[in-house]
């Protein structure tokens, strides 16, 4: 029986690849996209899913919901790793999509339509889901699971120093939904940055004939100058693709129960994941962490994924 999904992101770059991924996977069941802002603004992220979806052209279409920005988002965005559109600026036609109804609203219906049934994958900031809490609170208990792409527990920031992007961009949403009753998975950056992809992976693509592998060969030689020019780094990061792995693949995992939290008030440390790591722990264990992965089993599993998605293209 196929994993039924939803999956909330700001499509960038690296959310893309993982769309790819769980479009076509025979494993999955998609469901919905929700987009949210981070990466890239709400209006520009709901615009993003709605034309990679339409794009790539899957046999089943998921619902697409609509963004909305969290009341509190800093003057940050992604756009020197991403470009201007946030998928490399890749040209799309636009959909001419009217009337979405919300991704916190959509979340609530499949719930409750598919009770205990659907893992919420959370590919970006938490704004949805802690809108989702606040809307229907009844809803957080029909979710099955909710993977979580974020934070870190002994790594640097990627946002600031101590914060990575999705917990930085809106950490009161992240910090209720880590209090939140609901089974929640975490795969922080000490995993998601453990496994680098080089420039041949662009030789291992889908064909530039496909649809899948049109829109990955423009994309990603766009994150290998970027991360090389900006950044300095000869390898890129797959952080959503390594979260859908989490969900498909798990048992190439090291996990761990922990207790976090998510700071929202701190100058510097705004969105940091913190965790009670004392012998003598205070606070309750709240969710299961990625420690570690098989990164040789994980490079060669998004591979072949995306060479799937080509051959379904």
């Known amino acids: 029986m196929n994993r039924k999904l939803i999956i909330d992101c700001d499509p960038g770059i690296d959310d893309t690849v993982a769309l790819c991924i769980a479009l076509f996977d025979p494993r999955v069941d998609l469901l919905a996209i929700t987009p949210t802002a981070g990466t890239v603004d709400a209006d520009l992220a709901t615009r993003n899913v709605t034309a990679i979806v339409g794009h790539l052209d899957p046999p089943r279409y998921p619902r697409i919901g609509k963004a909305t920005a969290p009341d509190d988002a800093p003057v940050a965005d992604e756009f020197d790793l991403n470009g201007p559109d946030g998928l490399g600026e890749f040209q799309y036609e636009e959909s001419g999509r009217q009337h979405q109804t919300s991704g916190d609203k959509i979340i609530s219906e499949l719930v409750h339509q598919y009770p205990n049934q659907i893992t919420l994958v959370c590919l970006g900031p938490l704004t949805n889901l802690a809108r989702l809490a606040r809307r229907d609170p009844a809803a957080l208990s029909l979710i099955d699971k909710v993977v979580i792409s974020g934070g870190s ?21 992240a910090s209720e939904v880590f209090a939140s009753l609901t089974t929640k998975t975490l795969v922080p950056l000490d995993v998601t940055e453990s496994v680098g992809f080089g420039v041949e992976l662009l030789e291992k693509l889908p064909s530039k004939f496909t649809r899948a592998g049109s829109m990955l060969h423009k994309m990603l030689p766009f994150a290998f100058r970027t991360y090389h020019q900006k950044l300095g780094r000869e390898l ?16 190439i995992f090291e996990w761990e129960p922990m207790a976090g939290k998510v700071e929202t008030k701190g100058g510097i440390s705004r969105g940091q994941t913190l965790f009670d790591q004392r012998l003598r722990r205070q606070w309750p264990l709240n969710m299961e962490v990625a420690t570690s992965v098989d990164a040789a089993v ?12 080509g051959q379904q293209t």
């Open 153 to 173: 527990v002994n790594h640097p920031g990627n946002a600031t120093v101590a914060a990575e992007h999705n917990m930085f961009f809106d950490p009161q949403s």
């Open 298 to 309: 994980a490079e060669a599993s998004i591979i072949r994924s995306l060479r799937y998605s």
């Open 236 to 251: 890129i990061p797959l952080y959503d693709a390594m979260t859908l792995l989490a969900v498909t693949e798990p048992e």
